[in-house]
């Protein structure tokens, strides 16, 4: 598929404004929108939008399927009429600048609880019916996710591993039963998610109205606590317990002695072969139901990926494992058709990756930050068919990686400062923002903290670690006054 030369901005919705303690899809993701628009980006790239497992982390999914209920907007509840303007006037007293995951949860599981027995008391025909409409097209992923959801609350939120025997391993008089005596439960869950793609398909309508297209997420794993693994147990290395008996992770590297340890369970590809990999394809055409592009982090996984004993503290110790290689592709494409994704194509890579990478036609990702030591690719050598980015949500910010570089990189820096034709007056974020728009790649993607000029603080996430992740959010305040005319100003000057 070709990309057209244009600029985008990335910015997960959890990041947005506003006073219900997180992002969400309300008036200021529309506001965003506007904010894109009037600056001549034509692309907003988010993360993986599934309902998020241990950590927070959107890339540790407990469904690959199931959206986040959290980024449901409470103003459009109102405005829908499933809450009253009361239900939602005293909040508690949010932080504006990070989210705080634990409360907002506990508020707007209330909030939800109270949607939903207002939609039963008092929703008209016509929603009812919508409503249906939503659980008969997506009943191959939602009665799965539901019931599974509804079972791990009703166990107070233990791993499914923790469940009764004949639950966990899925024998069919368990399952009867637990439909039974879980159906209203399983009823509000399914209400959830009804909600929540309700909300979505409204928000990217009014994007592409107003010609932005969305640049999703897709994480090559899932959690192990996780609707996927429990009901495909035999697409995972699992042990007869249904305990996992390899995980993922790296092993170590230039930025990590131990590795990283990951912790998802690994696919067996060679179960997923044999029907097509017919998960895989309802995985991705659910996905490109709801963005334009996908972009699928650590695209290495389908090569080689390396599996680690249960129980390990490091990474360290591994072997490495063979994925399905191009005969994923071809297959997906054949059912698909031409495929729009984006390959995450960073990190120590091997030969293999360019050449599946090209052989059908992806886009890679090439990052400035990496693009000035010795033996590194320069801006100006960048393919055309690539997508550049100052830094992404894995990366310091370009504040702190430029005070990090000369502090600790002298020579790095004496390089960049010589490529760029630095200007001291000038924020070095605007300048490596113009160095991406300038580079001959089709896309220029910039993350927002950049643009905002933002220091450590506004940092998304630190690989290999657990605190503090995931959290960052911004406020209108924060936006100068000149932002859009600079960044349209790039756009002419580039032709983004």
């Known amino acids: 598929m070709k990309f057209k030369r244009s600029c985008g901005i990335l910015l997960h919705p959890t990041s947005l404004p506003g006073r219900f303690g997180i992002g969400d899809m309300g008036p200021e993701a529309y506001k965003f929108i506007d904010i894109l628009v009037a600056s001549g980006q034509k692309l907003w790239q988010i993360l993986p939008l599934n309902y998020p497992g241990y950590g927070n982390s959107p890339y540790n999914p407990i469904s690959a399927f199931a959206g986040n209920p959290y980024l449901i907007s409470p103003d459009k509840l109102v405005e829908k009429g499933y809450l009253c303007m009361k239900d939602i006037e005293n909040q508690p007293a949010f932080d504006y600048h990070k989210v705080v995951f634990y409360k907002v949860i506990e508020y707007k599981d209330s909030l939800f609880k109270k949607a939903y027995q207002n939609f039963k008391d008092r929703a008209p025909h016509k929603r ?3 409503f249906d409409v ?89 959690s192990y606590d996780s609707a996927d693994a429990w009901v495909h147990q035999n697409l995972f290395y699992l042990d007869e317990s249904g305990n996992p008996a390899v995980i993922s992770g790296v092993p170590p590297d230039e930025f990590s002695e131990e590795g990283q340890l990951w912790g998802n369970p690994l696919y067996n590809w060679d179960k997923m072969k044999q029907n097509d990999y017919l998960w895989w394809q309802e995985r991705i055409s659910h996905l490109l139901s709801f963005v334009d592009y996908i972009r699928i982090d650590h695209f290495i996984g389908f090569i080689r990926y390396w599996k680690v004993k249960p129980g390990s503290k490091t990474a360290q110790k591994g072997d490495w494992g063979r994925g399905p290689d191009a005969h994923f592709f071809s297959t997906i494409k054949k059912y698909l058709g031409e495929l729009p994704i984006i390959a995450e194509d960073l990190g120590i890579i091997i030969p293999r990756v360019n050449e599946l990478r090209d052989e059908f036609g992806f886009p890679g990702m090439k990052i400035l930050q990496y693009s000035f030591a010795e033996h590194d690719q320069r801006p100006h050598e960048f393919e055309k068919n690539s997508i550049t980015y100052p830094g992404t949500h894995d990366n310091d910010t370009i504040k702190t990686w430029f005070e990090n570089l000369k502090k600790y990189e002298p020579g790095i820096y004496e390089t960049l400062i010589k490529y760029i034709e630095y200007d001291m007056d000038e924020s070095i ?24 000029c933002l220091g450590a603080e506004a940092r998304m996430n630190r690989p290999g670690t657990i605190e503090d992740n995931w959290v960052w959010r911004f406020t209108w305040d924060m936006v100068a006054d000149n932002v859009i005319q600079k960044l349209r100003e790039l756009v002419e000057k580039y032709k983004g």
């Open 128 to 130: 009812l019916s919508d």
């Open 134 to 222: 939503f659980c008969y097209k997506n009943a191959s992923w939602l009665d799965d996710f539901s019931l599974f959801a509804a079972i791990r609350a009703e166990n107070n939120f233990k791993s499914w591993n923790a469940w009764d025997k004949d639950v966990r391993m899925r024998k069919e008089k368990a399952l009867i039963l637990c439909r039974n005596i879980l159906a209203e439960q399983i009823r509000y869950y399914k209400f959830v998610q009804y909600l929540f793609y309700t909300q979505w398909l409204e928000l990217i309508n009014y994007a592409h109205v107003m010609n932005v297209q969305i640049v999703g997420d897709i994480s090559i794993f899932v």
């Open 429 to 452: 974020c605007w300048q490596m923002i113009e160095c991406a728009y300038s580079t001959p790649s089709n896309w220029a993607i910039i993350q927002f903290q950049d643009i905002l």
